[in-house]
T-cell receptor, first 117, second 111 residues
Framework: AQKITQTQPGMFVQEKEAVTLDCTYDTSDQSYGLFWYKQPSSGEMIFLIYQGSYDEQNATEGRYSLNFQKARKSANLVISASQLGDSAMYFCAMREGRAGGGNKLTFGTGTQLKVEL | DAGVTQSPTHLIKTRGQHVTLRCSPISGHKSVSWYQQVLGQGPQFIFQYYEKEERGRGNFPDRFSARQFPNYSSELNVNALLLGDSALYLC??????????FGSGTQLSVL
């Protein structure tokens, strides 16, 4: 069973607008972590944001925020004020188990974001 | 501070050959993990090492092996290369906070 689902293979957004990339997950663990990574065409996997399952506040990192809805098992990434440099593939990933207990991430299939003028 | 460094950046091999990929984690990080990313897909977990011990292994054949050294750097070895091993190999390091940071990867092409 797929544990991370990204239903948007491609998204377009105009520069300076906000965009939401969807991610749903499935786990029976109480302790887990959710990640978002950006992968430009150069191939590097760039860490954007992390949310622990017990974190009460939604994570934010600059223009990135994670809309964490635990009951719905969703962890959507919100990018505010999009820039041309945000054009890339975005991956949602999950670590099951507590932080430090393992580094096995399960990735979704990714969303290709294109920022237009 | 330097991020995760991987070498080489690109590699071309022929079927049946052996390859060694190298990774240096972020200073202070003791855990290293390896991922394979085939074109058009998300990365797949191969191995995790912590304090020189294997802590996890993904669904990969025994041709894949790895080790971690006392300085926490790591090597991924692949024997008897197949065409299907062509992929981007990513190394990630993590500390105690749970965040994983990836290197730029090694692009392996098997001809």
């Amino acid at each position: 069973a797929q544990k991370i689902t990204q239903t948007q293979p491609g998204m377009f957004v105009q520069e300076k607008e906000a965009v939401t990339l969807d991610c749903t997950y499935d786990t029976s663990d109480q302790s887990y972590g959710l990640f978002w990574y950006k992968q430009p065409s150069s191939g590097e996997m760039i860490f954007l944001i992390y949310q622990g399952s017990y974190d009460e506040q939604n994570a934010t990192e600059g223009r990135y925020s994670l809309n964490f809805q635990k009951a719905r098992k969703s962890a959507n990434l919100v990018i505010s004020a999009s820039q041309l440099g945000d054009s890339a593939m975005y991956f949602c990933a999950m670590r099951e188990g507590r932080a430090g207990g393992g580094n096995k991430l399960t990735f979704g299939t990714g969303t290709q974001l294109k920022v237009e003028l | 501070d330097a991020g995760v460094t991987q070498s080489p950046t690109h590699l071309i091999k022929t079927r049946g050959q052996h390859v060694t990929l190298r990774c240096s984690p972020i200073s202070g990080h003791k855990s290293v993990s390896w991922y394979q990313q085939v074109l058009g897909q998300g990365p797949q977990f191969i191995f995790q090492y912590y304090e020189k011990e294997e802590r996890g292994r993904g669904n990969f054949p025994d041709r894949f092996s790895a080790r971690q050294f006392p300085n926490y750097s790591s090597e991924l070895n692949v024997n008897a290369l197949l065409l299907g091993d062509s992929a981007l190999y990513l190394c990630a390091s993590s500390g105690t906070a749970g965040k994983l940071f990836f290197g730029s990867g090694t692009q392996l092409s098997v001809l």
